[in-house]
């Protein structure tokens, strides 16, 4: 019985041990991202609202002398409302790609239709 008895605590060392090390990688990797997170904001505000200074204006003067439309800054990522549309299109082609052969014959024999 002694032997059992040691193998449990040898294994409830290493659990703890093993729980330990689990917790401070998480909390390194949560102080990690708060610092970036940190640097990110600084760097934003140090570069200040996009779009600003002696380059805009010329852009401006140029476009309305040229008789161009000035689009107006969006104040929030542009990428953002489009990654769902961008994301969706991307399935649509890769799924219509599986579907048809490139030389449009029905013998398929590509990876993609083998392995389904």
């Known amino acids: 019985m002694d032997a059992a008895a040691e193998s449990v ?4 060392t290493e659990l703890a041990a093993a729980v330990g090390r689990g917790q ?10 708060v610092d970036f997170q940190r640097t990110t904001e600084d760097l934003a505000e140090q570069r200040g609202a996009p779009g ?3 380059q805009r204006a010329a852009a401006l003067e140029h476009r ?3 008789g161009l439309a000035v689009p107006e ?4 990522n542009p ?13 649509a082609a890769r799924k219509s790609q599986e ?8 013998l398929d024999f590509s ?6």
């Open 73 to 76: 800054l969006a104040e929030a």
């Open 64 to 66: 309305n002398r040229m």
């Open 24 to 33: 401070r990688a998480r909390a390194e990797a949560h102080h990690r991202a």
């Open 99 to 106: 579907q048809t052969p490139s030389d449009g014959s029905d």
């Open 111 to 116: 990876q993609a239709q083998i392995m389904r």
């Open 52 to 54: 600003d200074g002696d």
């Open 9 to 12: 605590r040898k294994f409830r």
């Open 79 to 91: 990428r953002a409302e489009g990654d769902a549309d961008d994301s969706e299109k991307s399935q």
